[in-house]
């Protein structure tokens, strides 16, 4: 029985092309793998999908009775319902660590960098694995989204030495190029309806008892989301009544290095605990790009 | 303020060798870093520390306020009882994952192999850096301790591996004689108290909300533990009385391959589910040796 490689509810491109990956790894070092994915791919990922010739994983709901390598996640909200029932053999991740626990040792790559894929190249390395140029092609462009291109906070040194490893190994010449391209992508909005765009990039967390979404859309200019944001507000507001505390919504504009933030909540206080700026419907937070590192801690400590 | 690289309760000579260890990488890594320990080391350790030149870490019992790297574990409850008032840096293991969990990306080398400092010699090459004579000297120590001399079923290739290339570093030429001298130390019951034993390498469980303690004693020979054994019962049956549904000792035989198992439980019907052996007060385990990998999961699945 193959064991699944699983990433995140609302897959994100790291999430795909890390699945993608660390399957290809796992079964060259003779584990017998497959790579899965808990959700239809986004827009981004089916433009890098189909740029390196690499096929969507499939969808699965269930990992009962399953051995499980969880790649971009260890939180047990982003992961199928019945994760208890599953054995989860190995992580590989770049966020904190969150509420999984195993009954048998495992193997864990978890790394402060930018971009699971980033100590993806690291478990290959380690283990002398050669990485697929196609496979190369998708970690390079994980790379470049979760750091935006290397412009988050979040994005490091190694982030950087494994986008030009991975350049080499796809055979891409003008990495710059390639990430405009992949998000002008990602900024198209046209055809969408709410409900996807608040979902594209969206997780759910635990703060101190309260269950708060906090979902990201990224765009190479914020004009292109005037004509949804009104859609957006209200899209958000059902999302909340499904139980939350709060939905937060990140409007980013890469370009300008900050975010636009919807909210909707039981108590907008939270924000201006988080972020020291009050704000009822929604709020402008300069320089805030990754959810990860300047969101989510933020918020943990204002609902403490 | 210095990181603190500190190892569980009770520690054994992995503990205290990979907090040291860890300790020298960071700080070559340029992040300032002081090893610490949850208690006196074993006398085992005292005789590697003394072997190799190593001084024993500062003992410490809070850890607040304070940054922390923590190895050969990941379990609160064999971590201070302040743990969620520090912030976790980093994690170096090798056992199951247990409860901790962070607000802020980490980094964690977690290897299902024999030894924590196995996964940093990983460590060490990862990052370039030189591995000190006596620190490699002591790591070898740890791996040949915890693998009981490559015995052990949680023994790997890549302990063994790791142990050839930290003779060399530690210019021990007999790894074999080195183990030998090591395991008749810790055999050593000879002026030690019940209590001391009992607890010189003893973790605590949340077992399905049951508090289970098992510890465990490796001798050359178990007949070394014949005039003690009356004792042994008395004090884990005094230790049981505080709270915990059930205290397991396991006496191990390194030359025999097996356990003897003291037992003091409110139903100690779990060992016969958990080993297909039923008994009160003791049962021979025939190749058990390892608690984290033969007696630990096999005892959480008797007790869901």
New interface residues.
């Given amino acids: 029985m193959a064991v699944l490689v699983l990433g995140h509810m609302n897959p994100d491109t790291d999430s795909i092309i890390s699945a993608i990956a660390v399957a290809d790894a796992l079964n060259k070092r003779g584990i017998e793998a497959k790579a899965v994915a808990q959700g239809e791919v986004t827009p981004e990922s089916a433009f890098v999908l189909e740029k390196f010739g690499l096929t969507a994983p499939e969808v699965v709901t269930s990992v009962a009775g399953q051995k499980v390598w969880l790649v971009d996640t260890s939180d047990k909200a982003q992961l199928p319902a019945d994760i208890d029932e599953a054995e ?1 053999c190995g ?1 590989i991740d ?19 960098v930018g971009c699971s894929c980033t100590a993806i190249k ?1 478990f290959y390395d ?1 283990y002398g694995l050669e990485i697929p140029a196609g496979i190369a092609g998708g970690m390079l462009c994980a790379i470049l989204s979760d750091t935006v291109m290397f412009k988050s906070v ?1 994005c490091t040194d190694a982030d950087k030495v494994a986008v030009e490893a991975l350049a080499k190994l796809s055979n891409v010449s003008d990495t710059t190029a390639l990430g405009m391209e992949m998000f002008k992508v990602k900024s198209a909005v046209d055809g969408a309806t709410m409900e996807e765009l608040v979902f594209r990039d969206y997780k759910d967390f635990d703060m101190n008892g309260n269950k708060v979404g906090i979902g990201q859309l990224e765009v190479v200019d914020l004009s292109l989301l005037d004509a949804v944001k009104s859609g957006l507000k209200e899209e958000i507001a059902k999302v909340k009544a499904d139980g939350r505390h709060s939905v937060f919504l990140l409007l980013t504009d890469i370009m300008k290095e900050g975010s636009e933030m919807l909210i909707c909540s039981d108590d907008a206080s939270v924000v201006e605990k988080a972020f020291g700026v009050a704000g009822d419907e929604s709020v402008w937070l300069d320089g805030v790009m990754s959810r ?2 300047q969101v ?2 933020n918020f ?2 204002a609902f403490k």
């Fill in positions: 989860i992580v770049h966020h904190k660590l969150g509420d999984i626990t195993t009954s048998n040792p495992l193997e864990m790559w978890v790394w402060p690291g380690h979040t990860k590192k989510v801690p943990e400590k």
